[in-house]
């Protein structure tokens, strides 16, 4: 299983783009999948998840990683 995130285009620079090869288990009927160990891995917010067999990756659904709130903000450093 792969979590993707495709990023974003501007000013000719692709940034954000990340590709994250995650740990899954089958269980009968069911996949469990473990969602990568930190943010420096992949951080809190929207990905696409993909099933690849063989090489072929399934079609993408879009999750959440994390709650959705964004990072720490370090108050003292945007005061200076």
Do not use: C, Q
């Not at 000013?11 to 996949?31: I, Q």
């Amino acid at each position: 299983m792969v979590l993707m995130d495709f990023g974003y285009v501007t000013h000719g620079v692709h940034a954000n783009s990340r590709l994250v090869y995650l740990r899954w288990m089958k269980e009968a009927d069911r996949l469990s999948v473990e969602a990568p160990p930190d943010g420096n891995v992949y951080p809190p917010g929207p990905g696409w998840l993909h099933v690849v067999v063989n090489g072929v990756p399934s079609k993408g659904v879009k999750i959440l990683v994390g709650d959705g709130s964004g990072p720490p903000v370090d108050e003292g450093a945007l005061r200076k």
